[in-house]
């Protein structure tokens, strides 16, 4: 079975960094792309920041310049780097990791971490 776990949310005040992680495990024969994403009260879910299949790296323009994301690809772990927070930022932060498993492709979702930022 495929595993994906978040860390490092918190409540921080504006200004503030926190640094995310998702680390995927299980029977993962590739990863195909990894990446970030929230959902905000009120909000839909979004892409903040991930990895595609091709190497590239996107960001939702509302965090271009302030959050960085990263990957270790022996530990099948991917970073984000949330620098200059903002309230805004507010949301439940999930990873999402596209990944063959028993020959098929497919989309495994971690549990979410919550990311709270105050004015």
């Known amino acids: 079975q495929v595993q994906v776990v978040e860390s490092g949310g918190g409540l921080v005040q504006a200004g503030g960094s926190l640094r995310l992680s998702c680390a995927a495990s299980g029977s993962i024969f590739r990863i195909l792309a990894m990446g970030w994403y929230r959902q905000a009260p009120g909000k839909e879910r979004e892409l903040v920041a991930a990895y595609t299949s091709g190497g590239e790296t996107n960001y939702a323009d509302s965090v271009k310049g302030r959050f960085t994301i990263a990957r270790d690809n022996a530990k099948n772990t991917v970073y984000l780097q949330m620098n200059s927070l903002k309230p805004e930022d507010t949301a439940v932060y999930s990873c999402?990791?596209?990944?063959?498993?028993?020959?098929?492709?497919?989309?495994?979702w971690g549990q979410g971490t919550q990311v709270t930022v105050s004015s």
């Open positions: 999402n990791v596209q990944a063959y498993h028993a020959g098929i492709m497919d989309s495994y």
